[in-house]
């Protein structure tokens, strides 16, 4: 008898048996086929059908070999769709694409587009309560900017770079007292209500005039200094704020009576004539306007100082 021995289907011989071998001998055929199909699906254990369709089992055809139970069991319970899974197909991680999830790489996430926060009351937290600095930078071209939290001052900065505690224009601390890192340009506009301690004014500083023209213009300060010289000195006055908005300022004058000086014609002087200025000494003469320089009013404030 053309019997063969086997213990998986790939040990089974198609040809047996032959048309030569015995009826009464197909039992250990079919034992051997019983014992095969047993061996070589021993997992069916149970009592329920199988229903899978060829091309259902084929799905595993090419799935990896050492795919695990478990490892197939994390998919228990998806319900998300192909498309929804594809959110999750991106580019580099990292950085944000069209249509597909947010990852982070190395720590850091790079959105590449616009971003709104939305909601009834949006929010926006950042940091941990964390010993550490905190802040947004603005990457500019030429120059970068922040605003953020300096850990270890605990005050709000606002200023040029990356780094707290650097070139910081505005610092705001937990008492909402404010310190200027630098000045402030209200371009002619109001300051309201302001309470002003311990204030300093700048001083345009001419020194010698040296004869000729000299001009005050009054954006390089409101106290001007200078000492006449030599020759015939001719002042005239420039910059004045716009009309309607008043502007003065203060000239501390050394020697004024030991040259001949002279006036803009746009001066209107109290009494109706210049002050005689003090040849050797000290004189303080202060000029106010309201029509943007159209009349100066000035008058000798201090004569002959000592």
């Not at 149970?46 to 089992?57: H, K, N, Q, V, Y």
């Not at 002003?196 to 005050?216: M, S, W």
């Not at 200094?225 to 005239?236: C, H």
């Not at 300022?249 to 005689?276: E, K, M, R, Y």
Request: net charge negative; hydrophobic share 40%; with cysteine.
């Amino acid at each position: 008898m053309a019997l063969e021995s086997g213990t998986y289907i790939s040990q089974l011989n198609s040809s047996n048996p032959t048309t030569s071998d015995d009826v009464a001998e197909g039992d250990d055929h079919l034992r051997l086929i019983k014992a095969v199909l047993k061996n070589q699906f021993s997992g069916l254990t149970g009592t329920t059908a199988i229903s899978s369709s060829e091309a259902e089992l084929n799905v595993l055809d090419g799935i990896a070999s050492g795919l695990t139970a478990a490892e197939l069991s994390i998919l228990d319970g998806v319900t998300a769709t192909a498309a929804e899974l594809n959110y999750l197909d991106v580019t580099t991680l990292g950085t944000s694409a069209d249509s597909k999830a947010l990852t982070q790489a190395s720590g850091a996430v790079t959105i590449a587009a616009d971003v709104t926060i939305s909601g009834t009351t949006p929010l926006l937290t950042i940091g941990d309560a964390g010993t550490e600095d905190t802040m947004l930078v603005f990457d500019g071209n030429a120059v970068d900017y922040r605003v953020g939290l300096d850990d270890g001052t605990d005050k709000l900065e606002i200023g040029a770079g990356s780094a707290h505690g650097t070139t910081t224009a505005i610092a705001v601390d937990s008492a909402a007292d404010m310190i200027i890192g630098g000045y402030i340009n209200f371009q002619d506009e109001q300051a309201i209500r302001p309470e002003i301690k311990d204030y300093a004014e700048t001083v345009n500083a001419i020194g010698g005039t040296g004869g000729g023209t000299q001009d005050i213009d009054v954006t390089a300060g409101n106290v001007v200094t200078a000492t006449v010289d030599t020759s015939t000195n001719t002042f005239t006055f420039s910059d004045p704020s716009a009309t309607g908005k008043a502007c003065s300022f203060t000239l501390i004058l050394t020697n004024g009576g030991s040259q001949t000086v002279n006036w803009p014609g746009s001066v209107d002087w109290a009494g109706g004539s210049a002050p005689s200025l003090t040849s050797s000494g000290v004189d303080i003469l202060t000029f106010t306007t309201v029509d943007a320089g159209t009349i100066w009013y000035g008058f000798a404030a201090g004569t002959d100082m000592k």
